[in-house]
T-cell receptor
Framework: ETGVTQTPRHLVMGMTNKKSLKCEQH?????MYWYKQSAKKPLELMFV???????ENNSVPSRFSPECPNSSHLFLHLHTLQPEDSALYLC??????????????FGSGTRLTVV | DAKTTQPTSMDCAEGRAANLPCNHS???????VYWYRQIHSQGPQYIIH???NNETNEMASLIITEDRKSSTLILPHATLRDTAVYYC?????????FGQGTTLQVKP
């Protein structure tokens, strides 16, 4: 247990479904991140939130919709996904975006399969 | 883009030291070097970070060259459980951008 909890651990969804991924941290961190890791590829940064405000969207398709209601919770809402969206989705948190003395704490990820 | 380069893969005998190199020739003076590892299909795990001095913790040691253009992560006594992908990262605009990393295979 790292302090960042992601649910569900595994998700299978059809291309017409709507689902949400949840990330929760109680580390007192103020920045949260979504990463995507496709098979045999490096982690790709998708979204960054700092003090609940979105500060970065790395050209992510609109079928991925993040939500950060407070500094402890981060959601990724999914709708009309494609099979190529199948991947491991990782959430991370840090003290603040740009904080240099500490790294990120990652969750264990949600393994998403789109059928 | 990641600001570091690492060998794609390395092998290490169990019980021996694993030395993982990383080049970061464009690093700026106030940028830290971070090391993470990812065991198959899990979230990356923080190992160590440093600015200019060598660092040691319970997991590993980090040796940074005087010009800061390269560093080496040392696992002093590798075990089979250290088999993982190891990432050397320099923060880019306040964000951790991952490269391909080095796949370390610890062999009995």
């Amino acid at each position: 247990e790292t302090g960042v909890t992601q649910t569900p651990r595994h998700l299978v969804m059809g291309m017409t479904n709507k689902k949400s991924l949840k990330c929760e941290q109680h580390l007192g961190h103020n920045a949260m991140y979504w990463y995507k890791q496709s098979a045999k590829k490096p982690l790709e940064l998708m979204f960054v939130y700092n003090f609940k405000e979105q500060t970065e969207n790395n050209s992510v398709p609109s079928r991925f919709s993040p939500e950060c209601p407070n500094s402890s919770h981060l959601f990724l809402h999914l709708h009309t996904l494609q099979p190529e969206d199948s991947a491991l989705y990782l959430c991370a948190s840090s003290q603040e975006q740009g904080w240099t003395n500490y790294g990120y704490t990652f969750g264990s990820g949600t393994r998403l399969t789109v059928v | 883009d990641a600001k570091t380069t690492q060998p794609t893969s390395m092998d290490c005998a169990e019980g021996r030291a694993a030395n993982l190199p990383c080049n970061h020739s464009t690093i700026s003076g106030n940028e830290y070097v971070y090391w993470y590892r990812q065991i198959h299909s899990q979230g990356p795990q923080y190992i160590i970070h440093g600015l200019k001095n060598n660092e040691t913790n319970e997991m590993a040691s980090l040796i940074i060259t005087e010009d800061r253009k390269s560093s080496t992560l040392i696992l002093p006594h590798a075990t089979l459980r250290d088999t993982a992908v190891y990432y050397c990262i320099v923060r880019v605009e306040g964000k951790l951008i991952f490269g391909q990393g080095t796949t370390l295979q610890v062999k009995p």
